[in-house]
């Protein structure tokens, strides 16, 4: 989660303590899917250092939920690989450098998640998270 470090004893934050605040991991939460009650999507995501500069993070530093479309647990996915569609929408995609684009198989989908009670086109409980480092925080802008 990226907090700004507590002010020192007695010491307010100030505009500037948030300008550049530091984690290990940046988590997203959709609050809605903008328009289509069934599914939440991204082209790409881009996360920027302290300087700017766009952070170089492999895929692996990704995780979400749902993560994807392969979360569904289809008929023929149940039977053969242990659930999933097989779908190439996938989180790795949001960071494969094809930021702008049309074309499916550079996008990520995921069905819209619902907290219970909460009808479809409501809040949706998706969220990506991205680990920025294993250690030492980072400072993103």
Not at 17 to 31: A, Q, S, V
Request: glycine share 12%.
């Amino acid at each position: 989660t990226l907090m700004p470090p507590p002010p020192p004893r007695g010491v307010t934050h100030t505009d500037h303590d948030l300008e550049h605040p530091k984690g290990t991991k940046l988590r997203l939460r959709f609050l809605n899917t903008w328009g289509d009650k069934y599914y939440v999507g991204l082209s790409a995501l881009q996360v920027l250092g302290a300087d700017g500069k766009p952070l170089t993070l492999p895929s692996t530093a990704l995780d979400g939920w749902p993560r994807d479309m392969n979360a569904l647990n289809t008929e023929a996915g149940a039977e053969g690989s242990g659930g999933g569609t097989g779908d190439s929408r996938t989180l790795d995609k949001l960071f494969d450098g094809c930021n702008v684009t049309m074309d499916d198989n550079h996008m990520w989908l995921a069905p819209a998640a619902y907290a219970p009670g909460v009808k479809p086109g409501g809040e949706t409980a998706n969220w990506i998270e991205i680990t920025l480092s294993a250690g030492e925080p980072v400072a993103v802008s």
